[in-house]
């Protein structure tokens, strides 16, 4: 087995887990903006905690073997390589600026014991985490069609 297989592997493995950890926020938003009490919040916000791990593990299981193959592989640089790493970029923003948001809101219904009052309620029902979330899963799809077809070879 090559080198450049074993990157590839790794860089789709990644690509696997940043799918998963897409999956698992995609419920986690279900179930938080759901929650009636203050224990269901703290059952799911500890996803939250699995996601701190897997989506910068799974960064690095895409770019690190993904610069080992443009190094080595795709010299040059073809164009679709550019437009998938800005949108890596443009995943990864999107995904810092809607956990930042999330968390607090999260952090002041933990505060919170027993029924949510309904101001918490509504903090929970925020758009940004779920516009977010959608705009990263669309741009995800679009990488993976971009490194598959590999436009303009």
Same mark, same amino acid.
Do not use: D, N
């Given at each position: 087995?090559?080198?450049?297989?074993?990157?590839?592997? !790794?860089?789709?493995?990644?690509?696997?887990?940043?799918?998963?950890?897409?999956?698992?926020?995609?419920?986690?938003?279900?179930?938080?903006?759901?929650?009636?009490?203050?224990?269901?919040?703290?059952?799911?916000?500890?996803?939250?905690?699995?996601?701190? #791990?897997?989506?910068?593990?799974?960064?690095?299981?895409?770019?690190?073997?993904?610069?080992?193959?443009?190094?080595?592989? #795709?010299?040059?640089?073809?164009?679709?390589?550019?437009?998938?790493?800005?949108? !890596?970029?443009?995943?990864?923003? !999107?995904?810092?600026?809607?956990?930042?948001?999330?968390?607090?809101?999260?952090?002041?219904?933990?505060?919170?014991?027993?029924?949510?009052?309904?101001?918490?309620?509504?903090?929970?029902?925020?758009?940004?985490? #779920?516009?977010?979330?959608?705009?990263?899963?669309?741009?995800?799809?679009?990488?993976?069609?971009?490194?598959?077809?590999?436009?303009?070879?």
């Amino acid at each position: 087995m090559t080198l450049y297989v074993m990157a590839k592997y !790794l860089h789709v493995v990644g690509t696997l887990g940043l799918f998963a950890s897409l999956g698992l926020e995609w419920a986690m938003l279900g179930q938080l903006r759901r929650a009636q009490a203050s224990e269901q919040i703290r059952e799911w916000a500890r996803v939250g905690g699995w996601l701190r #791990w897997l989506v910068p593990l799974s960064l690095v299981a895409i770019l690190v073997p993904g610069f080992y193959m443009m190094a080595t592989a #795709w010299r040059g640089g073809p164009p679709w390589i550019g437009l998938s790493f800005a949108g !890596l970029v443009c995943v990864a923003v !999107l995904g810092a600026l809607s956990t930042r948001r999330l968390a607090g809101v999260v952090r002041a219904a933990l505060a919170q014991e027993g029924p949510l009052p309904l101001t918490a309620r509504a903090r929970l029902q925020v758009r940004f985490p #779920w516009v977010s979330l959608q705009a990263r899963a669309a741009l995800l799809l679009a990488i993976v069609f971009l490194m598959t077809a590999k436009p303009g070879q």
